[in-house]
């Protein structure tokens, strides 16, 4: 995890965002679409070593997790 640093645009920091490259997860939007529709979800922590399929599963899963809880998401960054 040497990749993973700030101001790299790898997604160091423990947070979301809108348009945030920074964020490890960031929703973004085509260009010239308003920013509140979200098209893209992009995780950063991945990287050619991992299983995408077991990596997107465990986002799935921690998603509906959060849902079943009834956890609030914080702001974004």
Known sequence: ???IKPNTWSG?????????REAPLR???PPGVH??????????????CA???LGLAAIMAAGIDGL??????????
């Open 1 to 3: 995890y040497d990749r």
């Open 12 to 20: 160091a920091f423990h947070c979301w965002g809108k348009e945030n």
């Open 27 to 29: 929703t973004a939007s």
């Open 35 to 48: 920013s509140g529709l979200v098209s893209n979800f992009e995780v950063k922590t991945f990287d050619g």
């Open 51 to 53: 299983n995408p399929y």
């Open 68 to 77: 079943r809880r009834k956890l609030v998401l914080p702001d974004p960054v």
